[in-house]
């Protein structure tokens, strides 16, 4: 059952994944492969944990892993400097 749940989380990050990616490829950005393979299995965990501690339905565990995603992604571009800046003395 637990496996079920991580799957559709994994599909849930996937599709908010898939959405950020095609933002960044329009804005021509550079793109992180790392970033993306870890928010994925990030997602897969939100997602899994939320479906069996709430033993919720499937949609939701989708839901929970987009979120996941979604959030991960603004906390990073929170908290990462979008460039150094270096001072003299």
């Given at each position: 059952?637990?496996?079920?749940?991580?799957?559709?989380?994994?599909?849930g990050?996937?599709?908010?994944?898939?959405?950020?990616?095609?933002?960044?490829?329009?804005?021509?950005?550079?793109?992180?492969?790392?970033?993306?393979?870890?928010?994925?299995?990030i997602?897969?965990?939100?997602?899994?944990?939320?479906?069996?501690?709430?033993?919720?339905?499937?949609?939701?565990?989708?839901?929970?892993?987009?979120?996941?995603?979604?959030?991960?992604?603004?906390?990073?571009?929170?908290?990462?400097?979008?460039?150094?800046?270096?001072k003299?003395?």
């Amino acid at each position: 059952m637990l496996i079920e749940f991580i799957l559709v989380g994994v599909l849930g990050g996937l599709v908010r994944a898939l959405y950020g990616l095609l933002k960044a490829i329009n804005d021509g950005a550079l793109i992180n492969k790392g970033y993306f393979f870890i928010t994925l299995i990030i997602s897969g965990v939100i997602g899994g944990l939320l479906g069996t501690v709430f033993n919720t339905d499937y949609r939701i565990t989708c839901l929970a892993g987009y979120v996941g995603t979604d959030i991960l992604e603004n906390v990073f571009t929170g908290v990462m400097p979008k460039s150094i800046i270096l001072k003299k003395k």
